[in-house]
């Protein structure tokens, strides 16, 4: 940013890239639906992914997302969050004099969005997921160099294992809303499964794994050094921690 300013274009990961470094550049990326991140992490994300299109497909889903994330519709989610926060504070932080936060608000705000975007409340299952989920991430910021053995080639098979375990999840909750177990839009995947368009056409299923995979990918790294940096913040400042 001091040689070339907050807006400019360079090659990152063999790819052209233009760098946005403010709230106004990335408000502009994010709303445009034309704007798509490097085909290194989009083949992750998944070819039906929004971070892969472009133009009305974008449209599409950022706009049924939308309907999803929009605050009046996460308010529904906040009694399950307060519980996650709850346990975590008793399993994790309550009693201890010092803690490595980082490590933690990983496994806690993945656990959060598991509930969510998924529904998946086991703690093996998400412990599964996670592993595979931390190995597509590392690999994602890798050379794009897809042969066996490279940090990329394992982030595009712990990325299809992902997808692998979130096909057994579709096929349950179908079953479930079918045999009206499960409430419509109880999270953003049943909200997925019910979803059709105004020709009456529903999201494929590849649609559906490759855009709660971006959730995931997109809800935890951001929010992981937001809820870190908050905690910091408070235990800096302890009179604003009421």
Known sequence: ???YGETFKTNLLTCPTVVLASPSGNKAAFSNSNTSLPYSV?????AKSLVAIAGPSATRIRDTLMMFLRPESL???MSRVDLILLRFIRAHLEGKSEVLLFPLMKKVIFSIACEVFIGLQDGKDQELLLLDFM????????LPINIPGTGYNKALAAADAIRKRLQVWIDKRRRGMAAG???????????????KDEHGQP??????KDNILTLLFAGHYTSTF??????KYLASNPRYNG
Request: aromatic share 8%.
């Open 1 to 3: 940013m001091l040689a």
């Open 42 to 46: 989009a083949a992750i994300m998944g």
């Open 75 to 77: 308010q529904r989610y």
């Open 135 to 142: 190995i597509m991430v590392k690999g994602m910021v890798e």
């Open 181 to 195: 177990l499960v409430i419509d839009h109880q999270d953003v995947l049943s909200g997925f499964l019910v979803y």
């Open 203 to 208: 999201f494929s299923d590849k649609e559906v």
């Open 226 to 231: 937001v809820a870190t940096m908050a905690c």
